[in-house]
């Protein structure tokens, strides 16, 4: 795939974690990467969610999706993972998508949405960031 072909709504791959307690597929979307993490995320499977962050960060796309919907359970090991891509993303814009319970509260109590930009679907925080993106006039 060259860097100018957009593929959107395709699924190019799946990462599972060996216990098959966490997963993470990936979506690209013309230059941003959608990452649809699943499962649980704590000390054993968030290696599995760090991978696939650094290997979609090496493409350096405009923006970075973390898609936590069908998470159901993040541990301070998940929650520092969110944080460090967020603090090494350079010029990736890095945004969080977070609509349930076992997520949201953790967010918020950790404080992490004073630093990460969270939206509710992989949609809006695809739509947030064209609309954000320098050079753009179609927003």
């Given at each position: 795939m060259t860097h100018d072909e957009t593929v959107d709504e395709t699924r190019d791959e799946t990462v599972d974690e060996p216990s098959g307690r966490a997963a993470v597929g990936v979506e690209h979307h013309g230059d941003g990467v959608v990452l649809h993490v699943s499962g649980e995320l704590d000390l054993?499977?968030?290696?599995?969610?760090?991978?696939?962050?650094?290997?979609?960060m090496r493409a350096e796309p405009t923006v970075l999706v973390i898609d936590l919907s069908a998470v159901e359970f993040i541990a301070s090991r998940g929650l520092e993972a969110l944080l460090m891509a967020h603090q090494s993303a350079g010029k990736t814009s890095v945004?969080?998508?977070?609509?349930?319970?076992?997520?949201?509260?953790?967010?918020?109590?950790?404080?992490?949405?004073?630093?990460?930009?969270?939206?509710?679907?992989?949609?809006?925080?695809?739509?947030?960031?064209?609309?954000?993106?320098?050079?753009?006039?179609?927003a």
């Open positions: 054993l499977t968030t290696p599995t969610l760090t991978d696939a962050i650094t290997g979609a945004r969080v998508v977070s609509n349930s319970m076992a997520t949201a509260r953790s967010l918020d109590v950790s404080g992490l949405t004073d630093h990460l930009h969270v939206f509710g679907t992989v949609a809006s925080a695809l739509a947030a960031v064209t609309m954000a993106t320098p050079g753009d006039d179609s």
